[in-house]
């Protein structure tokens, strides 16, 4: 029992670690980012849109990999690659030279990371705990997000007199250097806790007597693979969509930049509630039903948010939404792996099909924040943020669209006795 909460624990820190540096400073300090490194919002778009091309490229070939060598070392050395690239963070670079890391973190957090921390937390749920092994993997990922990000806020703030305004010129950029140091510290660490703890897994079942090109072609026939890939797109959008709550903190609710950090910070503890509670849920009800769930209601929240201004001393229910959208989100993606065992993909074929699955359902590292810093450049302050949530609602009623799709579409394939992928 020791030896399995270990596993997780390594596995959890990795997972969210690797993401610190090219995600959690631009989402908790965006409107700071903006202001230190001189970008617009299409600016910032454009460099997350390197990164997911990059990231794009790396996710199928990552997958493959994933099912012919053990995982641990693979997870050590993207996250120590990871953050070697922090320290290069921290000398401020410009559009050209964050454009260059972005695309190299690209690299470092997927080629041998993702698909491997994939099949590490399948094997760890073994047949009936997939929910919660990827809720309790995605919901203490939330957890050590938001710990990390309330130690950051405390970094960022000592830089500043009071909560209104910088003691100098210079103090804004020095705390957020500050901020960027610390993440890179706490990435190299989780990589070598990573390296020294996580077990030599070997290969999965099946692996031995299955090649590479012949788990491709019976991937890429699936049409469910396909149908899980578009509901990731849908699902990931949303998680994309929470870049925008802290400059949306600034321009519309009337924060300061510490305020919005603080308030982006807290919603994090929501996602191991959420992630969790939905692992739970979906090994009592299934994945796809809850999910399905999900998607309306966030449709809902989206287009409430889409339509609401906000009003002095009368924003209760518009805090609430917000939240709401928060937890949705977080759910979302604490289960949307746990498909994998619901439509049959062997163990085998894991990192095949989640390489092929994320290569398609994480599309939105490329598009999704050029498009919404463009919306919000061209219609600045409250418009812009209107229209960034009616676009988030619309996907999500594509998202539930989907899985109700998925659903139909597994009944019909266990109805006619249909056999799992590669029998």
């Not at 020294?196 to 693979?225: F, Y």
């Not at 998607?295 to 287009?303: D, E, T």
């Not at 050029?370 to 949530?389: I, M």
Request: overall charge neutral.
């Amino acid at each position: 029992m020791y030896h399995r909460l270990l596993v997780i624990f390594c596995l959890i820190l990795a997972g969210e670690a690797v993401f610190a540096l090219p995600f959690h400073v631009p989402r908790f300090f965006r409107a700071t980012v903006l202001e230190v490194f001189g970008f617009s919002n299409t600016d910032l778009g454009d460099v997350f849109a390197i990164y997911g091309i990059t990231a794009m490229l790396a996710y199928f070939p990552g997958g493959i990999i994933a099912d012919r060598f053990s995982p641990h070392r693979l997870l050590g050395v993207s996250l120590i690659a990871t953050a070697a690239g922090g320290l290069y963070m921290a000398t401020i670079p410009g559009l050209v030279g964050m454009s260059i890391l972005f695309a190299y973190w690209g690299v470092t957090s997927i080629l041998l990371f993702w698909a491997a921390l994939i099949r590490s937390t399948r094997e760890w749920g073994g047949e009936v705990l997939q929910g919660r092994a990827f809720g309790i993997l995605d919901g203490g990922r939330g957890l050590v997000a938001a710990g990390l990000a309330s130690i950051a806020v405390i970094i960022f703030k000592t830089a500043f007199d009071g909560e209104l305004g910088p003691a100098d010129p210079t103090a804004r950029p020095a705390a957020l250097v500050a901020v960027i140091y610390f993440y890179t510290a706490m990435t190299f660490a989780a990589g070598v806790v990573t390296w020294l703890l996580v077990p030599d897994m070997g290969r999965p079942p099946g692996a031995a007597r299955s090649s590479p090109v012949s788990n491709i072609r019976e991937v890429l026939r699936q049409d469910v693979v396909w149908i899980q890939a578009l509901i990731v797109i849908c699902a990931y959008c949303g998680y994309k969509g929470l870049d925008n709550y802290a400059l949306y903190g600034v321009e519309v609710l009337g924060m300061n930049e510490v305020q919005a950090a603080k308030f982006t910070a807290a919603s994090a503890y929501i996602r191991p509630i959420a992630a969790v509670a939905a692992g739970i849920l979906a090994d009592r009800f299934s994945a796809g039903r809850l999910m399905a769930g999900i998607f309306l209601v966030l449709c809902a929240s989206y287009g409430y948010l889409g339509f609401t201004a906000p009003l002095p001393g009368a924003n209760g229910l518009l805090f609430a939404t917000i939240f709401i959208s928060f937890a949705g989100v977080y759910a979302l993606r604490g289960v949307y792996f746990a498909l994998l065992q619901e439509t049959r993909v062997p163990a085998s074929m894991t990192g095949t099909a989640v390489g092929l699955i994320s290569l398609v359902g994480y599309t939105p590292d490329v598009f999704f924040a050029a498009v919404g810093g463009r919306l919000l450049d061209n219609s600045p302050g409250l418009p812009g943020h209107q229209h960034y949530f009616m676009l988030l609602g619309a996907i999500m009623a594509l998202g539930m669209v989907t899985i109700g799709i998925l659903m139909h579409r597994t009944k019909q394939r266990r109805e006619t006795g249909h056999p799992a992928l590669g029998d």
